[in-house]
């Protein structure tokens, strides 16, 4: 089994910072995506930052510029680095990893930390 833990959301003044992280641990073979994903009340989930199977990273448009994807060396931990954060950033963020065996996709989502910001 695979699991992912986040760490680092909270409540931030417009403007501010705050650092996401997420771990995978379990039994973690081809990784081909991992990164991050938000959903607010009553809206899609949508891509926030990934890294891709061939080591680039993918943005959402309203992100750009403002937020930065890292991941340790081991490649199974990635971080959230978010400035200038805006009150229509606030979502619960959700950290996603997507393996790949013998053709089969295999999704695991963490659990979500809410991120709120201030206006």
């Known amino acids: 089994q695979v699991q992912l833990v986040e760490s680092g959301g909270g409540l931030v003044q417009a403007g501010g910072s705050l650092r996401l992280s997420c771990a995978a641990s379990g039994t973690i073979f081809s990784i081909n995506d991992m990164g991050w994903y938000r959903q607010a009340p009553g809206m899609q989930r949508e891509l926030v930052a990934v890294?891709?199977?061939?080591?680039?990273?993918k943005y959402g448009d309203s992100v750009k510029g403002r937020f930065t994807i890292s991941r340790g060396s081991a490649k199974s931990t990635v971080y959230l680095q978010m400035n200038s954060l805006r009150p229509e950033d606030t979502a619960v963020y959700y950290c996603?990893?997507?393996?790949?065996?013998?053709?089969?996709?295999?999704?695991?989502w963490g659990q979500g930390t809410q991120v709120s910001v201030s206006s």
């Open positions: 996603h990893l997507l393996l790949r065996l013998q053709g089969v996709n295999y999704n695991y």
């Open positions: 890294f891709t199977s061939n080591g680039t990273t």
